[in-house]
Structures are given as C-alpha cells and as structure tokens.
C-alpha cells in the first residue's frame, strides 16, 4: 500500500476531536449478560466520549504469532469459553466489520508484517464489554491481535504507530485485566467485590500510583517489579492490553482510573480513560 492509498483510506473517517483511549477490564464473561457496577462503568465511559466512527480493539484472547487484523464485513460472535450458562453462548454482537479500517491499520504499523485476517471475529474480550457501551451494535469494529513473541516494549513503541486514528474518530479499546491470576482465584468470594489476597492488594496500589504518576516504565517492565507483579501477572496476555492504551497517550493528556476494585482474591477490574 501507497501513501496516497492510505489517504484515500483515511479519507473514509470523518476527521474529529482527538478521541480518548479505554482500557477496560472485563473481567468474567458473565459480565456480558449481568448487570453489576462494572457494566455500568462501561456505559458510563460510552456516555462521557462522543461516538466514535469505528473500534479498534486489543483483546487479551487473540495472542497470536505475529500482528493480525480482523478484516471481514461481519465478523461472527466468538464464544471462546466453557462452562458457563447456555443464555451466554446465545448472546450474538452483530457489529459490522470494517475492511477499510483493517487496511488502514496494517498501513500505519508498516514495516511490521500485518495479516488481515477472515477468520478470527469478536471474542468475547471485545464484545462482552463493547455490548454495553454501545447496544446498538451500529459502530464498525476490528480487532487487532497481540503477538506472543514480542516483549512489552515493543508493544508499547507499536501503540504509538496508531495515534493517527484517534484523529479519524476511532475509539482504541485494550480490553483485559492487570491483575489476572486464574489459579488463585478466592472461590469462596469470587463474586466478593473488594476481595484481594494481600499480594493482589499489594499489585493494585504499585499499578494505581504508576499510573497515575505516568510512571509507565514500570508498567513495561513489570517482570522486574517483585513479587506481587509476578502473581498478578503469571502470563502477559490479559496484561499486555494497557501496554497498548499507555502507548497512545499524549503527555498532555490526562489519565483516569474507574472499575477499580479487587474481586475473587485474584482478579482486578480496574480500568483507564486516557483524554
């Protein structure tokens, strides 16, 4: 792809106010079809931003060899889990797709190697949380996967490579979770809100005042972080997202915290808004 096929692209989006940037956390899937704070928090952060001309999402459940973008009409509902009630798998998030977008952002990461992708969908990173903000399903969106093979920095510098799209009215969501530690999960309290092994505390007050104070340094270099960082994130996938939200904000920008709660010992919902 040319520069001047790249316009024409970008010339599909109506140019707006820069558009903010969530990471959201999405906790269990059963946030999809429960009504709870934290779904609330996603309305509300839809309700404060304008509304966007397409999603790009980063979702903890698409790790991939390489970077792939989803580039289909209409992706399909993923339903990427097991175990949960049969009124769960019947939940269908009919949002188009958006080959242009998908092109668009393949241009932008250039040298690196983007795939677009006729597969893949929403999974259920994207629209268990993406279905509340916006119900309708009326907004185009594609997912953009995370390659596995390539450390947080790297994802953080790759972020920054898609700044142009927050100028075209695209809403960028990283959707996960800081803390995710599925092995430890406090069955007893799992749906407890506020529940957290010490370490998890622990986990939640380092990464609240790091972002906060824009330390995102330690953020990126969380293997280096002691004890806590390493329970609360025994593997980077549902992590790596907020690398992907950080690397967008602008030093002017402010950034806001809301969901922030520990629940089932092990679990954060905490999540940003960066404007």
Not at 61 to 77: I, L, N, Q, R, S
Request: proline share 6%; charged share 20%; glycine share 8%.
């Amino acid at each position: 792809m040319n520069l001047s096929d790249l316009q024409n692209l970008s010339n599909n989006f109506t140019n707006t106010g820069k558009m903010p940037v969530l990471f959201l956390g999405h906790g269990s899937p059963m946030n999809a079809i429960e009504e709870n704070q934290f779904v609330q928090g996603f309305r509300k952060a839809a309700d404060e931003i304008p509304k966007p001309n397409a999603i790009l999402c980063i979702s903890a459940h698409w790790f991939t060899d390489g970077t792939k973008v989803t580039a289909m009409d209409m992706p399909k509902t993923i339903h990427d889990f097991g175990g949960f009630p049969q009124a769960l798998f019947d939940v269908e998030y009919p949002a188009p797709g958006s080959p242009e977008l998908a092109k668009e952002t393949a241009g932008l990461l250039s040298p690196v190697l983007v795939e677009e992708d006729h597969h893949w969908g929403l999974d259920h990173g994207a629209w268990s949380v993406i279905r509340h903000m916006y119900p309708e399903a009326d907004i185009p969106v594609i997912q953009m996967s995370i390659d596995y093979t390539k450390p947080p920095q790297y994802h953080f510098d790759l972020a920054k490579k898609l700044h142009k799209l927050r100028e075209k009215g695209i809403l960028i969501i990283g959707s996960g979770n800081i803390i995710h530690n599925l092995r430890l999960i406090d069955w007893r309290n799992l749906n407890t809100v506020g529940a957290g092994w010490d370490w998890a505390i622990e986990a939640r007050e380092k990464t609240n005042s790091w972002l906060l104070d824009g330390n995102f340094q330690n953020i990126i270099d969380y293997h280096k972080q002691g004890t806590s960082l390493q329970y609360a994130v025994p593997s980077p996938d549902h992590y790596l997202p907020l690398i992907y939200s950080l690397g967008l904000k602008d030093k002017s920008e402010n950034l806001a915290l809301f969901n922030d709660e520990l629940i089932g010992g092990s679990l954060s919902m905490t999540s940003v808004r960066i404007s």
